[in-house]
Structures are given as C-alpha cells and as structure tokens.
C-alpha cells in the first residue's frame, strides 16, 4: 500500500463545474495535508493546507479532512480551464519533516 | 514574499562534469530540501537541512553533494553524474515548525546529462 494513494486521472469537467480529487493516506500519525498544483513543466505550487478535521474554504478551493478515513480531498468551485493541470496531495508525516506526495491527478477542465 | 530562486534554469552536463545548483530563500525559514523529479513522478525527497545541519539524506548517490552555507542559502553539488540523473530538481524551504510545515518550492532546475 502507497502512503499516499491518489486517482491519476485524467479528470474532466467541463468549465464551470466542481472538480473534487481526493486523497488517502496510510499514516495516522500524520498530521498536515497539502494541495499542490504543477503546470507541466513547472515546480509544485501550493494551493492549500489544513490540520485539522473539517473544511477549510479559500476562494474558490476547499480542502476537507477526515482524520478518521484518512482522507482529504480538494474540491474546485467554478472550474477554469486555467485550473488544468496535476494536484499533489502531500502529507507530514508526525516526526518527519519532509512531505510524501502521492503520484497526482491530472484534471482537465473543458471549455 | 513566498519566494524561492533556483538557478540556474536549465543545465546540460556530461558525466564528466562537475557543477553545482543554488537555491535562496529570504523568508527566514530555518529548514531547506532538495527533491528530484522525473517526468509524470511526484518529486521525491533527497535531502533535508534544519538549521544549516542535514538532517534526512534519502541515501543519494554520492554523486549528489549537498551543502548549506547558511540559512538562506542551500547547494547541491553534482559529479560524475549519469543520464538517469536528468531530472528537474526541485529547493523548497519551510519555517520548520515542527508538525505544520508549509513548503514552498522553488521554480527548480531542469538538467540533462549527456
């Protein structure tokens, strides 16, 4: 089992949709969670963070936790085509400073 | 400023090369890694420096020498490299506050080794 498991994709929703990506985890002893979204070719862009259990809304992103399922998932309101492109989810796991990402998901939104 | 600066860019090397990459950061963040990523990975970890001391090496290659002069500043050394070492090599720095560490990557640097 992959610490960090995610659906590669590709995802498609058409513009102006949800688009929801989720993210699951082995380790429960970790303890923050991040979204990172990469353009092709570029470097890994934070888009959010969350610690603890619940929602956490930032535009037009919200990031969900359930520590208990060991679960996280991202969900973009209003999708842009700009929005395409592959989220991370990352995690920090307790005691270790560095972050294990899983293998992304690719989500094309359609104009 | 969340920023990190990589350079340089693109570098071609031979495997006889010897080269170095820089990273800075002037966020005051006491924690700096190295991670490299292959086309279609996730970027995978190297190195980690907390304080200006390495504390986690992945077991790289020696080929791979990492050094951190001070807290703003962090390199990685290259020697001897191969063409499975072409990658895009990813500085990201933190605050290093323990448990709820937010990274922030660098624009990285794409190398090829002939």
């Known amino acids: 089992q992959k610490e960090v498991e995610q659906n590669s994709g590709p995802l498609s929703v058409p513009e102006g949709a949800i688009a929801s990506l989720n993210c699951t985890y082995s380790?429960?002893?970790?303890?923050?969670f991040f979204w990172y979204r990469q353009y092709s070719g570029k470097s890994p862009e934070l888009i959010m963070f969350i610690y603890s259990n619940g929602d956490k809304e930032d535009g037009r992103f919200t990031a969900q936790l359930n520590k208990a399922s060991q679960y996280v998932s991202l969900l973009i309101r209003d999708s842009q085509p700009s929005d395409s492109a592959t989220y991370l989810c990352?995690?920090?796991?307790?005691?270790?400073?560095?972050?294990?990402f899983g293998s992304g998901t690719r989500l094309q939104v359609q104009p | 400023d969340t920023e990190v600066t990589q350079t340089p860019k693109h570098l071609v090397m031979g495997m006889t090369n010897k080269k170095s990459l820089k990273c800075e950061q002037h966020m005051g963040h006491r924690a700096m890694y190295w991670y490299k990523q292959k086309a279609k990975k996730p970027p995978e970890l190297m190195f980690v420096y907390s304080y200006e001391k390495l504390s986690i090496n992945e077991s790289v290659p020696s080929r791979f020498s990492p050094e951190c002069p001070n807290s703003s500043l962090l390199n990685l050394h290259l020697h001897a490299l191969q063409p499975e070492d072409s990658a895009l090599y990813l500085c990201?720095?933190?605050?290093?506050?323990?448990?709820?560490?937010?990274?922030?990557f660098g624009p990285g640097t794409r190398l090829l080794v002939l």
């Open positions: 990352a995690v920090n796991r307790a005691g270790r400073r560095a972050l294990t």
């Open positions: 990201a720095s933190s605050q290093d506050y323990r448990g709820q560490e937010t990274q922030y």
């Open positions: 380790d429960r002893g970790s303890q923050s």
